[in-house]
């Protein structure tokens, strides 16, 4: 939702067939870091002969020229993925000085019985309408507030996002006039699931996560912090969810 492309290459081999691509995307996360992701891959046939370590050259180059036209205001951050078993990745990363920051996960629960977790009293549920925009961001910006490496939406984009959804798998937990919990079901996925930190430790998230996956009926995903800061995926973990794929991500300073 909140990337965008700023710059591609592609690299043939002799026979005019692709041998690999290199790419950024950008944003500034709400700590002011401004972090550039170069991401790339090479078809199997053509490893191990240096070329993935040109392509990133080539991303950090076209980096420097990006940021010599658009400075930015706070730190500058180059970022790189790597997938948990990608031995080559994570090696040419390390040796270009890249330091693993963060790791986000897949996780995946099978069809089963679902856990019931009313919602405590006092608490209702409902279904999400675009004129929630401006009360999920608040929700989001105390929900996130100190944590790293976050960039939210806007009450804007988050509007547009619910225009664009099936609403019948969003849900939010409210308490009087307030909104005490959100929960996301796109497809088979959990998309998003966040309580008000005045409302943690009540069971709302439970509560939540176990109406997300009745609707859904059947097997369910979704992508959190490997790290687990705020318990989320321990939370998932007690409702059978287990990691399938792990994706971490590696950053050094632009110098």
Same mark, same amino acid.
Do not use: C
């Given at each position: ?11 043939? /081999?002799?026979?005019? =067939? ?23 891959? #090479? ?24 940021? =010599? ?116 079901? #796109? ?42 800061? /705020? ?25």
């Amino acid at each position: 939702m909140y990337e965008f492309a700023e710059w591609s290459l592609v690299a043939h /081999a002799a026979d005019g =067939a692709m041998a690999g691509w290199a790419s950024i995307r950008s944003w500034t996360e709400d700590d002011g870091v401004r972090v550039y992701l170069t991401r790339g891959e #090479v078809r199997a046939e053509d490893r191990r002969r240096g070329l993935g370590g040109r392509l990133l050259d080539e991303t950090e180059a076209a980096v420097r020229a990006l940021t =010599a036209t658009q400075p930015a205001t706070g730190p500058v951050m180059l970022g790189g993925n790597a997938t948990e078993g990608d031995h080559g990745r994570e090696a040419l990363l390390l040796s270009r000085g890249y330091r693993r920051a963060l790791t986000m996960v897949v996780m995946r629960r099978e069809p089963g019985p679902v856990p019931d977790k009313p919602l405590p009293e006092g608490f209702q549920a409902r279904t999400v309408t675009a004129d929630d925009a401006e009360a999920l961001r608040r929700l989001s910006e105390r929900a996130w507030a100190g944590r790293p490496f976050t960039r939210l939406p806007s009450a804007d984009q988050l509007r547009d996002w619910l225009r664009r959804s099936d609403l019948t798998g969003f849900e939010v937990a409210t308490t009087g006039d307030r909104i005490a919990g959100f929960a996301a079901v #796109v497809g088979d996925e959990i998309d998003d699931l966040q309580v008000d930190p005045d409302f943690q430790r009540r069971g709302i998230a439970s509560a939540l996560l176990g109406r997300a996956l009745t609707r859904i009926g059947g097997p369910a995903r979704l992508r959190t912090e490997g790290h687990d800061p /705020a318990g989320a995926r321990s939370l998932y973990e007690r409702f059978g969810f287990r990691v399938t794929e792990s994706h971490h991500r590696y950053r050094k300073p632009l110098r």
